[in-house]
């Protein structure tokens, strides 16, 4: 050790002292020394290649011009400095890892400068595109749920419970739906959109994240009463619902909101969360695009309903349900020409249940959409299949309102229809009269569409409603069905039956009678010129092997 010189403080041997700078010319690590008032003194190729033909002064090529006297400060009273800094080369920026060690000059004696740089770019970027990734949705850009419970867990730390914020949950009214009609695609397009329109309307200091498929929260600290609330729901409200063109459609995307303020609903992110997940459930049972404050006794309710939904999953997927027919009989000559499809729950504990237990948790759901797919399936399957057999049978579904208001609908029903094989005037969709009271948007439009493809529309339960002539009016409405609830009151009931025969007759509709349980009623119906019913008297609504048994004998007449 005697014999050799000081390099970079360490005692080397001369061939010792060989291999280092075999090891120092081979690298690719910028090695390079200074004085110490900054003079170029040596560079080994990697740094030659860098600096080129110039002999730059120290740290001369920082992008941050204070930098280098940082540095050489901290020099003064450090032996070695390490930074990460941002350099300007002839291929445009790029970050290095410095290393600065004082040392001597061997050659002069002189105190000097070593500096070794590594460029890091790439390993920079990759490092902060996964810190971006671990607080960014990927999609939107937005923040994610990771960052949302850390900024939350913030705030309460930071405020205490004196603190006052809200979140808030934003979810697209069937997404799902949306994504089966558009496509993936669209359905990225649309989250994105929702997204940006979201981020135009915060405020500053508020969060908005992507916290699952289509929902997204918003936290906002300026928000912390019912008044300032509403404002920015309603400023959310404003900006999601204009229209999207996307692909030829006008889009309206309908969001709905469940709101929980910090401290009273929630003590932390998970609290306020799961109390903003129960008001939006309440939201979206109110129909598409409400929102809902959460209230402690949503608890027990979600409860039960959380286990009820479930339950209805399951027997959608399993296909627990079955349909039964009830037919539509002519009063003249007691034929039946048609059957009305009632969907029942075949339930593996409770039996069959009528639709009174479960068609409103379906609609509140959305499940609606997948059921009323099921029994449409069912039924016209049903109808091929007595046809193929020599029974000609007209087949009237009921919709429910949630249906109509998806904008897919109706082109959903032409598409499966048109793969089972039915024939659009062989069918006829039993709707409410509340539904023709809409009057722009998805309902109206899908009810033109249907009748366009000659779908046969009727009104169900009719008189119970809003009886709107104008309304009724504005869709070619083949049949009215009068409540079972004029039925009953028969002769002593209002004159209700002659007049919606009147109007029935003025619209060229036809006429059925609901729920005729008696001979008397039927002698009535008979004298008020009433062509058609449905009742217990005939047939209560059965299975399609006891309907064939029920019909047999009755020559068929045309379809609808
Ligand atoms: P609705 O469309 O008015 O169907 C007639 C209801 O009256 C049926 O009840 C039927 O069983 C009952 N009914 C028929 N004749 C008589 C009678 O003589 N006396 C009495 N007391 N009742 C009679 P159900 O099957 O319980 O269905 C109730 C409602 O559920 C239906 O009323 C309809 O609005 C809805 N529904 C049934 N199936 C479906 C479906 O597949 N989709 C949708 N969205 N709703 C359905
Ligand atoms: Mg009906
Ligand atoms: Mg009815």
Redesign the pocket.
Known sequence: MSSGKRVLGMTLSTSSNERVKGMVDGTTALISLFSRDGEFIHANPAATGFFGDARPRLLDWLVDRDARQRLLECLDREDEVRSLCEVATINGRRWHDLDLRSCTDTESGRDAVLLTCIDVTELKAAGERAHFLAQNDRLTGLRNRDFLELHVSQLVEQDGPDGRFVLLLADIDDFQGINNWLGDDIGNRILEATANRIRASLRGGDVAARVSGDQFAIVSRGTDDAESCEVLVTRLRAAIAAPLRINGHDITIPVSFGIAMYPCDGADFGGLMRNAHLALQAAKAQGWSSWCYFRPSMNEKARRRVEFEAELRTAIRERQFVVHY?PRVSIADNRADAV????RWNHPARGIL???HF?GMCEETGL?HD??MQ?LEEALCQQLVWKKAGLDLGMS????PR?LERESFADEIGSRIQAIGADPATIEF?ITESMLLVDDGPTSSNLATLTATGFNLSI??FGTGYSNLAHILRFPVSCIKID?SFIIAGREGPAIVDLILTLARQIGARVVA????TDDQLTWLRECGCPEY????FS??IPADMLEKRIAGFPQLAAL
């Open positions: 009830q009305e499809a009632l969907v009528l639709p009174g068609i609606i059921l009323g029994v579904i009921n919709l429910s249906q039993e169900d339960d079972r609901e729920g005729v349980e449905q009742g217990f008297l209560r609504p």
